[in-house]
């Protein structure tokens, strides 16, 4: 059973706190994303990795940072959290392929409030 | 930003009822998929459609692909209480390095007894 998970399901942090969410992914795919999802705009990309220590930048990324040291883990960083990134976190996995032809997997998500 | 918007944001209907939602965008996107998503869960996938024109039927589920690539809608015929969710859909965008997805805003969907 092919499986995306994250280290917390609830997280509630100060403002100005370091933040790490970690995504793994058991089902050997290149492609890693870091969505957050907000009533009314739907998902929106912040960040995602076609390989190892590759990255590129989303939609949103300001405020965010990411790392993948391994291809089954994939990391968002809030350097300085602050109030408007409270938001339910996603992280999603794929193949790497053409033709848009792929399904993404997602984890059950991660809420986080910042106080 | 490429945007999808989808219509309407938010649905209430009884079960036995039928359904659309609409996806629509000013952009042209070489394929489309549905998610639907489960309170405390991830979206998860329903259907890719990546012809202009194409139809796909899921049991009760309908979708289908504009001509022109840039809109899509999704009809639920006799909604039961289990297709209560919210209803993504998604434009897939080429990056030259990688895929990735561009997410409409969403359709909340309630059926109740």
């Known amino acids: 059973d092919v499986k995306v998970t994250q280290s917390s399901r609830y997280l509630v942090k100060r403002t100005g706190e370091k933040v790490f969410l970690e995504c793994v992914q058991d089902m050997d795919h290149e492609n890693m994303f870091w969505y957050r999802q907000d009533p009314g705009l739907g998902l929106r990309l912040i960040y995602f990795s076609y390989d190892v220590k590759m990255k590129e930048k989303g939609d949103i990324p300001e405020g965010y940072s990411v790392s993948r040291e391994k291809k089954e883990r994939f990391s968002l960083i809030l350097e300085s959290a602050s109030t408007n990134q409270t938001s339910m976190y996603l992280c999603?996995?794929?193949?790497?392929?053409?033709?848009?032809?792929?399904?993404?997997?997602f984890g059950p998500g991660t809420r986080l409030t910042v106080l | 930003t490429q945007l999808l918007e989808q219509s309407p944001q938010f649905l209430s209907i009884q079960e036995g009822e039928n359904l659309t939602v609409y996806c629509n965008s000013s952009?042209?996107?070489?394929?489309l998929q549905w998610y639907r998503q489960e309170p405390g869960e991830g979206p998860v996938l329903l259907v890719t459609v990546v012809t202009g024109g194409e139809v796909k039927k899921l049991k009760r589920l309908t979708f289908q692909f504009g001509d022109a690539r840039k809109d899509s809608s999704l009809h639920i015929t006799a909604a039961q209480p289990g297709d209560t969710g919210l209803y993504l859909c998604?434009?897939?965008?080429?990056?030259?390095?990688?895929?990735?997805?561009?997410f409409g805003t969403g359709t909340r969907l309630q059926v109740t007894l």
């Open positions: 999603a996995s794929s193949l790497l392929s053409s033709g848009g032809l792929y399904e993404q997997f």
């Open positions: 998604a434009g897939d965008v080429n990056t030259g390095t990688a895929s990735k997805l561009t």
């Open positions: 952009s042209v996107f070489s394929s």
